[in-house]
């Protein structure tokens, strides 16, 4: 899955040069990575999960920056979020860091990586454990049915959602569900919860597909959950 990810953020031609980056990347994020970011200020040895991070955190960032050189010396595009980085500009208007770049390239795998092989390990643990529903997806596979393989994701995504829950703290003082949260407070919403609702899916506990097929939930099935928040990203 890392392969998978890596692609759409930095594609290169090179199956092996791909390979060798993926690599990289897989030692970053490898056993302890999480719990790295916590402890990088507080342990300075060599061997600390702080410093591992780091060094495989720099390594990941000179791949990138090397990529980016080759880039603009040869002006060529590949189509790939590296791409838009390059042509994208901070609030003011200034075109992006080299190191604000590579920062974003990181996080991007840090937050993708985790979270599609979680919700694809998931998805092959759903649909093994219902015949009926791998029959039919083996069947759209072979003739192509995108479809239903559309849908079969989406409930996959439903029923076993790889985060739990989006935080925010609040900027502004704001009202939900009939109480008032202050500015500051921090606010969880339950992604979880929110896919098990009855009014929004009926038999929400069971496994079915075919709930994309007929319609697709928006946002009018969950009124509890409003279109903006006064909150910023934090």
Known sequence: TLVVVWRPVVAVPDREVHAERARQVRQMLGPGSMAALWLRRRHR???????????????????????????????????????????????????????????????????????????????????????????????????QDSVYLDALVRESLRSRPPLVDAVRRVSQPVTLGGRSIPAGAVVMVSIPLVHHRELAYPSAAAFCPERFLERRPGRADHPAVPQRLPVPVR
């Open 45 to 143: 040895s060599w061997w600390s999960p702080g410093s591992v991070f780091e060094r495989h955190r720099r390594a990941v960032h000179l791949i990138v920056g090397r990529e980016l050189q080759r880039r603009r010396q040869d002006n060529s595009r590949a189509g790939d979020v590296l791409d838009l980085l390059m042509d994208g500009t901070d609030r003011d208007g200034s075109p992006l860091t080299e190191r604000s770049i590579c920062d974003e390239v990181v996080t991007l795998l840090m937050a993708g990586y985790e979270t599609t092989s979680t919700a694809l390990g998931w998805a092959f643990e759903r649909v093994l454990r219902h015949p009926a529903i791998l029959e039919r997806t083996r069947a759209a596979a072979r003739e």
